[in-house]
């Protein structure tokens, strides 16, 4: 754990200085240095490195580890390979937020959208837990899974219905596939404390997620408070996920495909699954939007489309892995 920390720490670094570096303005080593020492309000090369390429570097790297994280957390929660923060509707109540805000307040601001966006994955994943809580039912893998799904299919299509009839489809798709164009320092100041908060939380409760993993059964054997820790692995999926959508939109695969390649390297305990994906995580999310930014400059190709190339065959070879089960 500690070796491969240490690793994709340092390609963390690398990667964060490219995205520094490299942008549709060519902008040298040194007047990167100077930026950031000894900044000049009237430099324009400084101003989009301390206000535009900073802030977004560091928000991909705090979404990337939130995505990670939360993926990591619903997995083990939910035993299930294919889960990820998705499944709470936590990415259909953001995309609906936003559907309104853009049909109702259209002049609202990139941080007034952050904070609905926050706010919709909060209500939607309540609906979930009121669903799951209706008749005093327990908070089961399989149940949750379908409640998260039942909401995620009502709000989706509520945005669509809500983005014919105000001609709002293309600004809707844009954020919905995702893109980090738009974070600057007052968001990271918004969504930043909640992210974090998320990922020390993830930490602290990664062993009881591997207790969870093992099944309901071994995990009350074990002494765990199975409820109780499901409920608190779920409101810290809700800071990480709603937090990291807020910011760069639903990125899809993120949740998904980096806990199982960390799984790779470290084996199934969620004690080092979980801090080894959010480092993992900001790395590939810091690639991705380099990639993003050079692939077709000076134009933008969202980052949900990257990941999906990489993804879809992924989430193939893991369904058809994983038809026996998920230990």
Known sequence: MTLFLLAVGAAVFLAAALSVLYGSME????QVVNAVIRPDAADQRHIVVRELRIPRTLGCILAGAAFSAAGSLMQGVTRNPLADSGLLGINAGASFALA??????????FTGVVIFSFLGASVSMLAVYGLMSMRHRKLEPVRLVLAGSAVSIFLSSLSQA??????????????TAGGAAGIRSRQLLLAGPV????????VLLSGRVSMLSLGEDAAKGLGLEVERSRFLCLLTVLLLAGGAVALTGP???VGLLVPHVVRFFTGADYRAVIPCSMAAGAFFMLTADIISRTINAPAETPIGLIFSVI??????????????GFD
């Open 162 to 175: 809500v983005s014919i009839f105000f001609q709002i489809g293309y600004d809707l798709t844009f954020w």
């Open 195 to 202: 992210i974090v908060s998320g990922l020390v939380a993830a």
């Open 311 to 324: 993804g879809v065959p992924f989430f193939i070879w893991i369904a058809r892995k994983e038809d026996k």
């Open 27 to 30: 902008i040298t080593f040194g």
């Open 251 to 253: 990125v899809a695969f």
């Open 100 to 109: 309104l805000c853009l049909a109702f307040l259209p002049g609202l601001g």
